[in-house]
């Protein structure tokens, strides 16, 4: 109905990231950096120089691409680009929000809770902050 | 809009009510069959909720840990491992895979994670730690692992939250707009057939007043004229006129009680 070639079924899709270096090294070294024949990667590492915009350009960009399957993003990196973020509703890719060392998980401003906060008030936002 | 339901502009026959009668059992039907697709969406969603926050809470766990291991890995290896790593990055070799699972009639994506290809194993300019590199490895596979699933189920739990939305809509929508309109326009199509019943009712019987009416008028025609005939035939006999003959007749007519015969 309304999902009608929306969900691409792929057989190879990468997981991006945008996230502060030490985030981004450990995955890597778990093997899940790509870099492509144009230099292309499919990674941003955000440290206290990045601007805003590019890490808006990084994320739209990683958003429109149809190989990649799962974008993660720090939260305090979501923070800086919470209206785009809270404003995509596309189904793929995923867009999961990831603590970093330095700023422990906070799921009251996860984007996906925050939706569903006005069905479960109590549930969802209590449990997450246990 | 207005309050009322309009309904729908249809001939009012016979034919035609029932027509709109299998609408309605259509849309009814169909309401029902709605609500239930509805409710059993719901449940899943509610089921994906809970999923969801406590897999959420784990993964900030495994983060932590796998963090940590980082931070021993690059104790132990010295500063140089991240740009030994980012040298490093060629092929992804880890990748996923989205497959779609029907859920209720809804098509849900869903992640797998899988390794394609070797893990490179090649971090050439490491002088030593290897053991704790492996180890800090390990820990941020499993946290993907973690990860893609929460993705899988992120990604399930917005596609449902569409599918109940268009399906509550369309709930609404026969609830409050379809079937009144439809029941609207069966009131009015009865009520056209009555009235032209009860018109075709009121004609039949003024003709039936009429057509007594004449045969009454016949009737009292032909017996006036019979009596004239009558009276002519005595005037005849007796050589009287007609009048006389009239008189007589109607004196014979009446039974005059003072004259005995």
């Known amino acids: ?130 | 809009m207005s309050g009322q339901s309009q309904r729908l502009n249809v001939v009012p026959t016979v034919t035609m009510l029932g027509v709109v009668k299998a609408r309605l059992v259509g849309a009814t039907r169909g309401h029902a069959l709605l609500k239930k697709k509805s409710d059993a969406l719901t449940v899943q969603f509610r089921q994906i909720l809970k999923k969801i926050v406590s897999t959420k809470e784990s993964m900030g766990e495994i983060m932590k840990t796998s963090s940590f291991a980082l931070t021993e890995a690059k104790y132990v290896a010295g500063e140089n491992i991240k740009h030994i790593v980012l040298e490093n990055v060629q092929n992804a070799s880890l990748k996923v895979r989205s497959r779609q699972e029907n859920v209720a009639g809804v098509k849900l994506p869903k992640f797998d994670y899988f390794t394609d290809g070797e893990t490179k194993n090649d971090l050439t300019g490491l002088a030593r730690g290897g053991q704790q590199v492996q180890l800090c490895r390990a820990a941020y596979v499993k946290a993907i692992e973690v990860l893609v699933e929460l993705a899988s189920l992120q990604t399930s739990f917005l596609t449902l939250d569409e599918a109940i939305k268009t399906t509550n809509r369309r709930v609404n929508a026969l609830e409050n707009v379809v079937k009144p309109r439809l029941e609207n326009t069966i009131t009015y199509i009865k009520g056209e057939l009555d009235e032209l019943e009860r018109e075709d009712f009121f004609r039949l019987k003024k003709i039936q007043g009429y057509k007594k009416r004449e045969m009454q008028r016949q009737l009292a025609a032909a017996k006036q004229f019979a009596e004239e005939q009558f009276a002519e035939k005595v005037s005849l006999h007796k050589g009287v006129s007609i009048n006389t003959a009239h008189n007589l007749l109607s004196a014979a007519a009446e039974k005059d009680e003072d004259i005995i015969f």
């Open chain 1, 1 to 130: 109905m309304a999902n009608r070639a929306e969900i691409p079924t792929s057989n190879s899709a990468l997981i991006a990231m945008i996230a502060d270096e030490d985030t981004v090294v450990g995955f890597l070294l778990a093997g899940v950096g790509n870099v492509d024949l144009r230099r292309k990667t499919n990674y941003l590492i955000v440290d206290s120089k990045t601007t805003v915009k590019q890490i808006e350009d990084a994320f739209k960009e990683f958003t429109s691409r149809d190989d990649i399957a799962i974008v993660l993003i720090s939260q305090y990196v979501a923070n800086m680009i919470r209206f785009l973020v809270d404003s995509y509703n596309k189904p793929v890719p995923a867009i999961l929000e990831v603590p970093s060392k330095d700023h422990p998980y906070d799921p009251g401003r996860d984007s996906v809770l925050s939706r569903v906060k006005y069905l479960f008030s109590a549930e969802s936002v209590a449990s997450g902050r246990r």
